[in-house]
C-alpha cells in the first residue's frame, strides 16, 4: 500500500474511531443507564475498540513515514481517547 492509501485509510479509520466514540457515549452508555439495556454498549464498544486499537497501529505506522516528532505522535495518540478528538487529527495532521 503507497503512503497516499496509507493516509487516505488512516483518515477514514480516524473519522470511525471519532463516529464510535460518540455514539458509546452519547447514545449507548446513556440507554445502558437509564434503560438498563446493555447490548448496544456491547456492540458500538466492540466496533469502538477494534476502531481504537486500528488507529493506535496506523498513528505508529505513519509516525516514520510522515516524519512526526515524538511529540506530535504523542498528541495524536492522546487525541484518539478525547471526544473529537480523532477528527481533530483528521485536519490537522493530515
Given at each position: 500500500m503507497d503512503l497516499q492509501n496509507q493516509i487516505k485509510f488512516f483518515k477514514l479509520?480516524?473519522?470511525?474511531?471519532g463516529i464510535s466514540f460518540l455514539?458509546?457515549?452519547l447514545i449507548a452508555m446513556p440507554i445502558k443507564y437509564i434503560y438498563q439495556?446493555?447490548?448496544y454498549v456491547r456492540i458500538v464498544g466492540m466496533?469502538?475498540?477494534?476502531l481504537?486499537?486500528?488507529y493506535i497501529l496506523g498513528a505508529?505506522?505513519?509516525?516514520?513515514?510522515?516524519?512526526?516528532?515524538k511529540k506530535?505522535?504523542?498528541i495524536i495518540i492522546l487525541c484518539s481517547v478525547v471526544p473529537l478528538g480523532p477528527f481533530y487529527v483528521e485536519k490537522k495532521y493530515l
Open positions: 479509520i480516524s473519522i470511525l474511531e455514539l458509546l457515549l439495556i446493555d447490548i466496533a469502538h475498540g477494534v481504537f486499537i486500528t505508529l505506522l505513519l509516525f516514520n513515514q510522515l516524519n512526526w516528532n506530535t505522535l504523542l
